[in-house]
C-alpha cells in the first residue's frame, strides 16, 4: 500500500558541496487525508474508494453548494510554500460530470490568479500541473474554472508537490517613496484631468494652476506607484482666488483590471486668496494603478496647489516585547479591535494586530452598502418582475475573512440592518428611488432573504469564523425612548427589530451570538428605550445580548452615567433566566490636542473604563476598540486609540495592560 511520504532529495556537486534541497510530498490518500488539506467554502474532503487514480484511494470533494470556491485548500505554510518559493505540484483529476470543463490549480486568496489549468472530459482521470513563485502569502486551491461543474463532485489523487528552496531575503535598494512637488523644472508629471479643454501650469508662486475647468472633476493629477497595504501619509495646499470660499477634495482614483474607481480622502473650504491645507492617511489597495488629484470648487473654477507630499510610513509596530491585549484578558473576555479592506492587504500590519487582538470586526466590508448587489437587484426585478428579490455581493469582506480563517482568528460581523449604509433603492420597488417605497410585506421579504443570504453564505464559506453579529445597529433615537424615525419604521413599522432577530436566529449557526448595538446609553432615555426593546426581544427569546458603542471623549464624558447605563442594562435576563451577554463593541477615546498631558488624561480615562468592565467580566463576551492605530480613526484628528500613528503603544494602552 502506497503512503503519505514526503521524501527529501539531495543532489551533491564538486568538492563534496551540497547544493539546495528540493522537499518532495508524495500524496496517494490510501492512509486518509493529511493534515495540509483543508476545506475550503461547504465541500468536505474526505478518502473514497469509489475511483481512483493509482491504488484503490483518491482524495473525494463533495458537498459543493454552486460555488467554485467550494473546494479543497492545501495549507502552504504548512509545506514551505511561501513568497518566492519556487513550487512546482502535479496531480490526477477526475470530475463526475458528462460534461468537459477546466479544472485549475489557483491561489486561495490575494488576487486568487490561476497558477496551472487543463481542460478535461467528465469522469476521465487527467493530469494537472503547476509551476509558480507565489507573490503574496495564501493557500493553495483546487477547484473548477467551469460554472458548469460548479455543483460537480471531484476527485485528485497521485499528487506530489515539490518545494524548492526559499530565496534569501533582499532589502530592496529602492527608498520608500517620500515625494514633495517641486515645479522649478516644469509640472513635475503632474497632468490635467478633463476631457482635453483642463491644462496645467506652473506660476510665479511655484503652485500648479489648472485653467479651462468645465466640471468639478477636472483637476491636476498625478500618477504614483503605490505599494499594496502599505500607509501614506498626504498633504497639499489648495488656492482660488474668484470666490468668497469654496470646497475642495483630495481624491484618488485607482483601477484594477482596467476598472476605474475612486475614493475621497480629505475635504477642505479655501477662502479667496489664501492657501489652505489638505491632509490625509491613505493605506493602498490591491490596484495595478494610482492616481491622486485635488477636484471640487465650482465647475469653471480656476485654482492653484502646491507643495504636494506623498510620504510613505516606514513602520515598525509595537515594540519587541510589548504585553499582548489578549493575553492579558485572555481568562476574562476577548479583545479585539476594528479593520478597514486595505489594512488587510498588509501582511506586515496583520501580524501586529493578530498578535494583539483575538477577534476583530470590519469597520465598513460587512455593511448593507458593501454587501447589497444594487445592480443586480435592478436587472434581477426587470428580467422577473419579482419585487422582492436580492442580490447580494461579498468581495469587500473575502480578504478579511480568508485572513482570520487562515490565521484562526473570530470575527464579529456588523451589521446586518442599520437605517445608515443601507443604500435607500432597497425601499423602493423596482430599487429606484424615483418609484414609490415597497410595501411592509415586499420589504420584510427582502429582509429575510437579505439576511439568510449574507449569514448562509458567511456559514458556507467560513464556517466557525464568525461567532456574532450585531444583527440591529442605532435603531432607537438619541435622547428619546422611541425608536429613531427610518425608512425602516416607514416601511415595515416598529417592529422591524424583532423581524430582523427572527430572521437571523432562524438562519445564523448554532451557538452564534446575536447583539443589538447602539450609543449613547448613559443618557437616562435612550437607555430606557433600549432597555424596552431588548426586553420586546428576550420575550421572542431571539437576542442574546447587548453592545454598548463606546465612543467618548476625555473630559467631556460623565463615568457616573456610563456606569449607571451598564448596571441597568446588565440586570436584564435572557428567557432562559441567564444574564444578558454584554460586549463593548466599538470603543475609543477621543482628546483635544495631542499633548502629554491629554495622552496622561485618555490613560487614566481607559483604566477607569476597564475597572468598569471587570465588574461584569463574567457577562462581558468581547471588549474591541474601534481601529488600533490614530490616523487609519474615523476620529483622527482627535487621537483616540491605544496606538500612535507610528503604530507604538500609547500611556493609554499601558494603562489598560497594567
Known sequence: MK???????????????????DTVTACDFETGVPAQFIQSGSAAPAVSNAVAHGGSSALHVKNRSGNNWDAVDLNAKALGIDVGVPT???????????????????????????????????????????????????????QNLSENWNHAEYYLDDMVITVGEAPETVESTEPPLDYASDFSAGTDGWYARSAGTASVSVTDEQGLLIVGR????????????????KTYQLSVLVKQDQLDSVGFILSIAHSRD????????????????????MQATYVAGRYDTHVFYVEGGHADTEFQIKDFVCTEQTLKYGKAGIPSLKDVYAEYFDFGTAVTGNEVLDADRMAFYESQFNIFTAGNEMKPDSLL???????????????TVVKVKFESCIPLLDWAQENGVKIHGHTLVWHSQTPEMFFHEGYSIKNPLVSREVMLARMESYIQQVLTWTNQNYPGVIVSWDVVNEAVADGSSKLRDSLWTQVVGEDFVNRAFEYARKYAAPGTLLYYNDYNSENTMKNLGIRRLLESLIAEGTVDGYGFQSHYTVNNTNMFYVKIAWKEIAKLLLKDGSPIRLRVSELDAGIAANTDANWQAQALFYDELMQLYMQYAEQLEAVQVWGTVDNLSWRADSYPLLFDAMSQPKPAFYAIVD
Do not use: H
Open 373 to 387: 448587489n444594487v445592480g443586480e437587484c435592478i436587472k434581477a426585478v426587470r428580467q422577473g418582475g419579482d419585487q
Open 88 to 142: 512546482k505540484i502535479s496531480a490526477w483529476v477526475w470530475v463526475d460530470s458528462e460534461e468537459e470543463g477546466t479544472f485549475v490549480i489557483a491561489k486561495a486568496g490575494g488576487d486568487y490568479a490561476t497558477l496551472g489549468s487543463v481542460t478535461c472530459p467528465g469522469r476521465e482521470w487527467t493530469e494537472i500541473t503547476a509551476e509558480f513563485n507565489l507573490d503574496q502569502p495564501v493557500n493553495i486551491r483546487f
Open 3 to 21: 503512503k503519505f511520504l514526503i521524501v527529501l532529495l539531495a543532489m551533491f556537486v564538486a568538492l563534496s558541496c551540497a547544493a539546495a534541497e
Open 214 to 229: 468645465t466640471d468639478t472633476w477636472n483637476s491636476p493629477g498625478r500618477d504614483f506607484p503605490l505599494v499594496t497595504g
Open 258 to 277: 482596467g476598472s476605474e474607481s475612486y475614493e475621497n480622502l480629505a475635504t477642505c473650504t479655501a477662502r479667496k486668496g489664501e492657501w489652505t491645507l
